[in-house]
């Protein structure tokens, strides 16, 4: 893909002109929330067509959903909603217990649904005590990590204390040994579409990765952008000429380098998984990144030209360029565009943005939209959560739902519109569209988000309500909706401090049709 409407390039190479505001942002909003991440870890409807508005009044679910309950220490579990399930619903499926590996932590984050086969993969984060091997064991001197985390993937059916058939991670970080597979502190998963044609009849899921801190990739050796004359992955004290390093210079042709992002972003091929742990599995499209930082060397003196090995970190996405800022949930639209939601600057007063990567990127890859950064609309997120994306055949006319559990609202946005590869941005900086918020909504902390592929309705879970709400009269402007259904009821429902919800979000037809999810 190489050319879009309009004439707007999908080619990475103009965007990358950008690079030297990228990376200074990076590096301010970096410094501030490193610490932070280290030691906390009247519009259109969409039901059914974005056309023509569809009332639903019925007193249960339109689809069967599957939510991820945080829980409280140790009691993270799974649970499946059936289509038809009403207020007061027990879920058919509930997964918890020692096997399912939920309770190692304080519990998974967001959770997606294959629509190749129904497997379900969820996030968690933390392995607290080291009971799944992912984390630093309790009364080790001088050993304070809590671990990278890891994914796990659950087969269709699976019920109360059930074992993952897979497990992502890297057991035994913590004791210095290389991170394979590039998870750490995961967050969110979303399954790309596999009729989509970038990897035709394939279950990839693709995870977000708080950590770790990286400059750049090690491609930007390969492209030559940071060797020889000017600044390279090291520094040279300064940055010259034409085609300037791309993962250091903080400046316009000259100035320091500096530079880094929080977060990766691992994508795995389920073909190539073992059933359990996969310790030594590497990402797709592996593209390592470094964590070494930048520094001068004095004029005259050889730079390097790789990373030092103890410094390289596994990733499918990652290095200056990305403009990741602690990734923490994602989802895939029909044509492969894979959306992600930062917000790790927002504990210390930053921005929390929407990063766009092009279908089938990987690499130190400039993102194709930034949302909330900057342009018309910078500042729209007070703290950005979950993400659902309703697309067609033409990617151009998406439209993303992302929620707010800093203001309790559902922000409405098209993606795709402003600032498409002009100056100054060389980005789409988008155009909020809608809003849904206010006293009716319900919403209470809203962190997961789906919307059904078929139906058109939009699944939300409140946090801190413990709440399932189905929202079904709604449009692209938002406003004050009340919820057509609300599943509650901890004794009945089994909803803990609930993060993610997650249903097939793609079929195959090739007819367009409304699709997003987690």
Not at 264 to 279: H, K, Q
């Amino acid at each position: 893909m190489t050319q879009g409407r309009d004439g707007i390039s999908l080619a990475p190479t103009a965007s990358r002109r950008l690079v030297e505001g990228a990376c200074r942002l990076s590096f301010v909003a970096a410094t501030l929330v490193i610490a932070a991440l280290v030691a906390g870890s009247a519009g259109t409807s969409y039901a059914k067509s974005k056309k023509q508005a569809k009332h639903h009044n019925g007193p249960g679910l339109l689809d069967t959903v599957v939510v991820s309950n945080y829980g409280v220490a140790f009691g993270g579990s799974l649970e499946t909603f059936l289509a038809g399930a009403g207020r007061n619903a027990k879920p058919d499926l509930y997964v918890h217990g020692t096997n399912t590996l939920l309770g190692s932590g304080t519990g998974p984050e967001f959770d997606a649904v294959s629509s190749l086969d129904a497997h379900v993969a969820l996030a968690t984060p933390i392995d607290l005590l080291d009971l799944a091997g992912f984390g630093a064991p309790a009364g080790v001197p001088g050993v304070v990590a809590a671990g990278t985390g890891f994914a796990e993937i659950f087969g269709p059916g699976s019920d109360k204390n059930s074992p993952p058939e897979n497990v992502i991670g890297t057991r035994n970080v913590a004791f210095g040994f290389p991170n394979t597979s590039g998870v750490n502190t995961p967050q969110g998963v979303a399954f790309e579409d596999p009729f989509d044609g970038i990897n035709p009849g394939h279950d990839i899921v693709a995870i977000t990765n708080t950590l770790p801190t990286n400059f750049f990739s090690t491609e930007d050796f390969l492209d030559g952008t940071n060797g020889g004359a000017g600044c390279n992955a090291f520094g040279s004290g300064t940055c010259t000429g034409p085609g300037t390093p791309m993962a250091c210079c903080t400046g316009a042709g000259t100035g320091t380098c500096a530079g880094m992002v929080v977060g990766t972003i691992t994508e795995f091929d389920r073909d190539t998984l073992a059933p359990g742990f996969n310790d030594g599995v590497a990402p797709f499209n592996n593209t390592p990144v470094c964590t070494v930082p930048a520094v001068d060397i004095p004029p005259g003196t050889e730079p390097p030209t790789s990373c030092p090995d103890a410094d390289l970190y596994n990733a499918t996405i990652g290095g200056c360029l990305t403009f990741l800022l602690g990734p923490v949930a994602d989802a895939y639209d029909s044509t492969g565009f894979l959306f992600v939601v930062n917000e790790a600057a927002v504990a210390q007063g930053g921005p929390g943005f929407v990063t766009v990567y092009e279908p089938g990127a990987s690499g130190d890859s400039f993102p194709f939209a930034v949302v909330g950064l900057t342009g018309t609309t910078a500042g729209a997120f007070v703290d950005p959560s979950g993400i659902a994306v309703a697309s067609d055949s033409d990617f151009f006319d998406d439209i993303i739902f992302v929620n707010d559990v800093g203001d309790n609202s559902i922000k409405i946005f098209e993606p795709f519109v402003n600032g498409c590869e002009s100056p100054p941005d060389f980005f789409c900086t988008g155009e909020q569209i809608g809003e849904i918020s206010g006293g009716s909504t319900k919403l209470k902390r809203p962190e997961g988000i789906a919307l059904g592929v078929e139906s058109g309705a939009l699944y939300v879970v409140n946090n801190d309500t413990s709440t399932l709400t189905m929202y079904t009269d709604f449009t692209e402007s938002g406003g004050d909706i009340a919820p057509t259904l609300t599943i509650t009821g901890r004794q009945s429902s089994k909803l803990n401090f609930p993060v993610g919800v997650a249903l097939p979000e793609f079929t195959p037809s090739a007819s367009p049709s409304d699709s997003g999810g987690e």
